[in-house]
């Protein structure tokens, strides 16, 4: 499968825990984006890298949220002390510029929950 | 970014065409229409994209006529798997998640498909 990948499916975790999710994105894609997304919204923006380098973080990411792309490769997403708000799915996209066109294209997505 | 407004729901019966308008009022010069299909717990599908008058692939069909402030994406003979939420996107493919703005999703339209 040459899609999106992420890992885990699932993580259930106690309020106060730190969490990490890793997306692997499609080989030769540079930009690397991370959303999130409560039931009966659609996916909000959190942060995106362009290879290596993170270049938009949104408000929603709070100093609680971190994201690395090391390499430029894979990407991975923590979040220190959980809290029960932070339950939702945590979508992550690939894309690869290509003069004027870009096209996301979505990973399945984590579905956290925090108790 | 150019906000969207689309019908929160539609139903159709298998074999129905369906067409769902988004309305784009402030549109911008560069900006693109995109549209993606999202089933319940996975991440949304790309659809179509385009800039002006009409799109076809193997999927759907865009609509986009000259004044570019709305859109229609048009799903010939629909069928039950066809039932998921569809949002429609509006932006600069070029900043997608740079300074001048982000993949902004609303709350997309929930297409039920009867038998």
């Known amino acids: 499968d040459t899609g999106v990948s992420q890992n885990p499916r699932h993580k259930i975790t106690k309020r106060g825990q730190n969490v990490t999710f890793r997306c692997d994105p499609i080989?030769?894609?540079?930009?690397l984006y991370w959303y999130r997304q409560t039931l009966g919204q659609g996916p909000e923006f959190l942060t995106y890298?362009?290879?290596?380098?993170?270049?938009?973080k949104s408000r929603l990411l709070s100093d609680r949220f971190s994201a690395e792309r090391p390499k430029g490769s894979f990407s991975t997403l923590e979040i220190q002390r959980t809290e029960q708000g932070d339950s939702a799915m945590y979508l992550c996209a690939s894309s690869l510029r290509q003069g004027a066109w870009e096209t996301q294209y979505f990973g399945p997505g984590t579905r956290l929950l925090v108790l | 970014l150019a906000k969207t407004t689309q019908p929160i729901s539609m139903d159709s019966y298998e074999g129905q065409e369906v067409n769902i308008t988004c309305s784009h009022n402030n549109i911008a010069t560069n900006d693109y229409i995109t549209w993606y299909q999202q089933f319940p717990s996975q991440g949304p599908r790309f659809i179509i994209q385009?800039?002006?008058t009409k799109v076809t692939n193997e999927v759907a069909s865009l609509f986009i006529p000259a004044d570019r402030k709305s859109s229609t994406l048009s799903l010939p003979r629909v069928s039950l798997s066809d039932t998921a939420v569809y949002y429609c996107?509006?932006?600069?493919?070029?900043?997608?998640?740079?300074?001048?703005?982000?993949?902004?999703f609303g709350k997309g339209t929930k297409l039920s498909v009867k038998p």
């Open positions: 996107l509006v932006g600069d493919l070029g900043n997608y998640g740079g300074s001048q703005g982000n993949l902004i």
């Open positions: 385009g800039y002006k």
């Open positions: 890298f362009q290879n290596e380098a993170q270049l938009e």
């Open positions: 080989s030769e894609h540079n930009r």
